[in-house]
């Protein structure tokens, strides 16, 4: 819709986790980095946790590049659907490690199957690695039966680690008693924050780069600090909104994005922070209101006293 108009080849806010579109931010990088690190030390569990649409998703097919780029060193295993039996996880495992005819394997046979898998990677120079992302949402005994697949090792070294994407909830999971076997494998973790407003300015120019914009930014400050404080600082609806943004500058003929375009977009848009929802208008009509009662409350007797005398009140 807008694209030709700010001259840009493709949408710079799209939510689809396009990996060229990952801005390296410095806690972005910091967390690629911890995971590189933890996967080198090649112990345990690995967890990175982030409120929905910090860009777990995102950062997972990242690290799955950049490990995929060194395919002599790391056979990799993605799960983004968590809602799996033990069962359902270990054969999903196994089509990830490519080993055939597990449909007539039972059980036993299946983890025969997947230790000797591991062992022959092993044998090759690689490390497996197994990536779940939202594993919020594993059933419990689908953890366990992951925490399990961590037993499968040589004498030198574990032969599956696990890397686990989640929301808070995660945390919280694993605070059960009954899973902290699991818990205390978790060698290393990482929080992801929402951005600050000068991260947020760095995510709205970088992606409009990658879309193929040239020359000033298409956002003033005001617009900028309106969506970073709308926002909580949260990519995904940075991105929401600022889409949005775009399309009322379009609407209105203007080639940059004001702070009434991003105001526009506020008031479509749910889950952006009730204060600007409405507009810096409502807040003070809620402001005069309240004066408003007040006022009448203090006056309340001598009016009282005044509609009296004039026989309105009986």
Known sequence: MYLDFFGLREKPFALTPNTAF??????YQACLNLLRVAL????????????????????????????GEESDHWQLAWLPNPGLTPSGLRR?????????????????????????????????????VLLIDEAQALP??????????TNLETERCKLLQVVLFGQPELDTLLE???????????????RLQPLDAADTRRYVEERLGHAGHLGASL?????????????????????????KALMAAYGAGSRRVRAGHVQRALRDTEGARPFLQGGFLSLGWSLASAGG???????????????????LLP
């Open 22 to 27: 990952l801005v390296r931010l410095a806690p």
């Open 40 to 67: 080198g030390e090649g112990e345990g569990f690995v967890k990175v946790t982030g409120e929905v649409g910090t860009g777990k998703t995102l950062l997972c097919r990242a690290l799955l590049n950049a490990l």
């Open 92 to 128: 999903a495992l196994a089509q990830e490690l490519h080993l055939t005819d597990i449909e007539r394997l039972d059980h036993h046979g299946l983890l025969a199957a997947l230790n000797r898998r591991l062992i022959e990677l092993a044998g090759q120079g690689k490390r497996t």
């Open 140 to 149: 419990l005994e689908t953890l366990e039966a992951v925490r399990l697949l």
């Open 176 to 190: 059960r008693p009954d899973l902290r076997q699991l818990r205390q494998r978790i060698t290393f973790s990482y």
């Open 219 to 243: 956002f003033d400050e005001r617009a900028l600090r309106r969506l970073a404080a709308a926002s909580g600082g949260i990519p995904r609806l940075i991105s929401i909104l600022a889409h």
């Open 293 to 311: 009662l007040l006022g009448l409350v203090l006056l309340w007797p001598w009016l009282q006293d005044w509609l009296g005398r004039g026989g």
